[in-house]
């Protein structure tokens, strides 16, 4: 029961870090000024701890040791990779062909990552 409680809080954070980095990656692009406001400097990082709350939740109430869980190992690297690589897609690049490169790749850690949650492989379709 708290288990699905913290999935489903858990896969309304994933939608609600999807959508907010799609928006500021098309404000990157367009170079609009509205990736400074003030908000959007604050909402993505409290909504992305509340993701990770209710994954670290989820390990606890059911008993899942990331160590023993390879698909959770992954999800974890792959969560650092796309904080990192967002992080010069959306503020430290020095150039926008930086930035759009590593927006692109964020996408694609981004995209791994749940086809990882969905099947529970580090490499999803593998056998
Ligand atoms: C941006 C990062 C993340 C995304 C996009 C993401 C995405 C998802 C999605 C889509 C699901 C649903 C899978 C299903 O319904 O079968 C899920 C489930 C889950 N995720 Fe995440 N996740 C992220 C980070 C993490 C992290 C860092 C952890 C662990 C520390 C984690 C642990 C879990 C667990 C335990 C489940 C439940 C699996 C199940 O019971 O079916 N997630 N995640």
Do not use: C, E
Not at 18 to 41: E, H, I, K, T
Request: no cysteine; net charge positive.
């Amino acid at each position: 029961m708290y288990y699905t409680a913290l999935k489903h809080l858990h896969l309304l954070t994933v939608a609600i870090t999807l959508g907010l980095f799609l928006l500021r990656g098309a404000w990157m692009l367009a170079d609009s000024p509205r990736l400074g406001a003030r908000w959007v400097r604050i909402v993505p990082h409290i909504n992305d701890t509340v993701l990770l709350a209710a994954a670290i939740g989820m390990l606890g109430v059911g008993g899942l040791n990331p160590l023993q869980q390879p698909w959770i190992m992954a999800k974890i690297g792959g969560l650092l990779a796309y904080i990192g690589l967002g992080t010069v897609a959306l503020k430290r690049g020095r150039t926008k062909a930086i930035r759009v490169a590593a927006l692109i790749a964020a996408l694609a850690v981004l995209a791994w990552i749940i086809a990882v949650a969905f099947t529970k492989q580090v490499i999803p379709g593998a056998i």
